[in-house]
């Protein structure tokens, strides 16, 4: 066909299709007998329902009746007979009966990898048991309860090992114990095995001198976290990056066919409670385990991962200049938004206490190991502002780090101010988790660097709230603890992330709930003047959180060409007869990924 012939059928299209649209419903009959590549009808009707599309980036939000849809997209939005006019001789029509429509959830921080592990521990223990012996590394079980019973254990569990094998063990935390133990108590039973403990989430840890020494020649004798006596010997604990290059680096990682399998199972709960996207971090073998799960069409949900690559990496710099820029990059099912750093500090007060914060504790709970807090980045070599740095020369924002003092806030802000010194970041939108301890000045500061923030309402709700009363005072807990409007009102995003996996407390209407009403799971108020309406509240979980993922231009809410992904709700929850105290009773009863139904049903 030449080039003339072409607009010629162009045009005939064109002033076809604008007929069509003039002439209206008459001539619908007549329509059906046009080719489709001429008119295309919705696959999917949804009508007689409220449907809240969050087309606007600020309260009032927009409320319409139906919405189509067609190849997995949002084709319409609108009333009932606008959108019914868009269905055709095979379109699936479901009367919603009043049910409420919202766009998918975006949960911005949980870490369905981690309970994953937890919740099928039957089911990925042995085989890894198995994978670890094929690598020559036996597990100990101990019982940490005493220094005599951890070293009665390892003494008999020694006995079987043979000599060279490597030795692994994990314990929590909150074990007291593993602060009295150096490696001189291990060497007694293991002068020739190397044995490595990790304590909670690698955060600490225990070696013997075999390990020890393993260490030393691979990463030199200045890796930071190698815990020193008072004369610089070095005690056998680690800390921080030393523990994290043993159990990321030296010890064989769990194999992605034994994880992918649960990790699918896990998401698929996600996904019945109307989360259609969620953000996590996940280190090199579980971006594998994702990968292959997304070929086999078994990953059930969107993922956008944070890299931990950055995560107490003593090679980060030098690792990124390889990588090169990958922010963005992967599909509409698994892609990178950035790189996840080492953290500043770990838990509140009731939780090991390793808060860094400019207060000082007025009381110290039982299960608080470090009295006056700890800021992991005060150690010695540590190289954690340095990747911020390398991070952002490279092209990648900050994403997926956990923080919880108002001290280690600002640290990473300091940090996240020296990178904007060298190029700009407000427009990379570098993250910040959890804000259990905002101070007005980590408030003033973030929303001048353009920081987005996921927030964590279960962990206001559960334990943190009551706890910062406690041990800081009430008046911190009304003031600083998840400061949600101070924080809106000075120009920050926010957006939400329920960080556990327990019900109700990571079910969205929960969570609505609580950032409406403050409320506390013992029932106290906590900062009422931080309470937001609920169109705001929907918006974090929805539009605004789209943005921390990096895909506001095809998800966080239903507009004609964005992804078709829903949540189909049983009430309103801008009803206004349904009290704030009630809204986390409110159900998903279906949700729409690609335009089909992958949870619930719709009748």
């Not at 007291?176 to 095995?193: A, G, M, W």
């Amino acid at each position: 066909m030449t080039q003339k012939g072409h607009i010629s059928r162009t045009v005939r299209i064109h002033c076809m299709m604008s007929l069509l649209l003039l002439l209206g419903p008459w001539t619908i009959s007549q329509a059906q007998e046009l080719p489709p590549e001429i008119v295309q009808y919705a696959d999917t009707v949804l009508h007689n329902g409220t449907v809240l599309p969050m087309d606007r980036d600020q309260p009032p939000l927009t409320v319409a009746q139906a919405v189509a849809l067609r190849n997995g997209r949002v084709m319409a939005v609108g009333t009932n007979d606008r959108i019914l006019s868009m269905a055709g001789p095979n379109t699936v029509r479901v009367d919603l009966g009043g049910k409420t429509v919202i766009p998918g959830i975006v949960d911005t921080h949980s870490h369905p990898n981690r309970y994953a592990l937890r919740h099928y521990d039957d089911e990925v223990t042995p085989p890894y048991l198995k994978s670890l012996e094929e690598r020559n590394v036996m597990f100990a079980t101990l019982r940490w309860e005493t220094k005599e019973t951890v070293l009665a254990d390892f003494e008999k569990f020694m006995g079987g090992v043979s000599p060279g094998q490597w030795v692994y063990t994990t314990t929590q935390l909150n074990r007291p114990v593993i602060y009295e133990l150096t490696r001189y108590d291990l060497d007694k039973f293991s002068p020739d095995n190397p044995f490595y403990a990790k304590v909670g989430n690698a955060w600490f840890g225990l070696v013997n001198t075999p390990m020890l020494e393993i260490m030393i020649e691979t990463y030199g004798e200045n890796l930071p976290g190698i815990l020193k006596d008072e004369q610089g010997v070095p005690t056998g604990r680690l800390f921080g990056i030393a523990s994290t290059v043993v159990d990321q680096d030296l010890l064989p990682q769990m194999p992605p066919e034994i994880i992918a399998p649960v990790f699918t199972k896990e998401l698929e709960e996600w996904v019945a409670i109307g989360v259609t996207t969620l953000s996590t971090r996940l280190r090199g073998v579980e971006i594998t385990a994702h990968g292959m799960m997304e070929k086999r069409g078994e990953l059930p949900l969107r993922i956008a991962y944070s890299h931990e690559m950055g995560r107490w990496n003593p090679s980060a710099e030098r690792e990124l200049k390889r990588l090169g820029n990958l922010e963005g990059h992967g599909t509409d099912r698994l892609w990178l938004i950035g790189i996840s750093v080492g953290i500043p500090d770990g838990n509140g007060p009731g939780a090991g206490g390793d808060s860094c914060t400019t207060l000082t504790k007025r009381e110290i709970l039982p299960n608080d190991l470090f009295p006056e807090g700890k800021c992991y980045w005060d150690q010695p070599s540590d190289p954690t502002r340095e990747t911020v740095l390398a991070a952002s020369r490279a092209g990648y924002r900050i994403a997926g780090t956990h923080t919880f003092g108002d001290k280690g806030f600002l640290m990473l802000l300091d940090a996240y101010a020296a990178a904007n010194q060298e190029s700009s970041i407000l427009d990379k939108r570098f993250a910040l988790e959890h804000g259990l301890m905002v101070s007005p000045e980590v408030v003033r500061k973030s929303a001048e660097l353009g920081v987005i923030w996921s927030l964590q309402p279960p962990l206001f709700a559960g334990r943190y709230a009551g706890a910062v009363s406690r041990v800081f005072g009430e008046e911190y807990a009304h003031r600083w603890v998840m400061p949600v409007k101070s924080l809106i009102d000075a120009g920050a995003r926010v957006t939400y992330g329920a960080d556990t996996h327990r019900d109700p407390d990571r079910q969205p209407m929960f969570n609505l709930e609580v950032l409406v009403t403050r409320r506390t799971n013992d029932g106290r108020v906590f900062g009422p003047q931080e309470a937001i309406d609920r169109s705001s509240a929907l918006l974090m979980m929805t539009r605004w959180g789209a943005e921390y993922v990096l895909r506001e231009d095809i998800l966080g809410s239903l507009e004609p060409g964005k992804l078709a992904d829903l949540a189909v709700l049983d009430k309103n929850p801008l009803d206004p007869d349904i009290a704030n105290e009630d809204l986390s009773e409110i159900k998903v009863v279906a949700t729409i990924i690609d335009g089909i139904v992958v949870a619930g049903s719709l009748n």
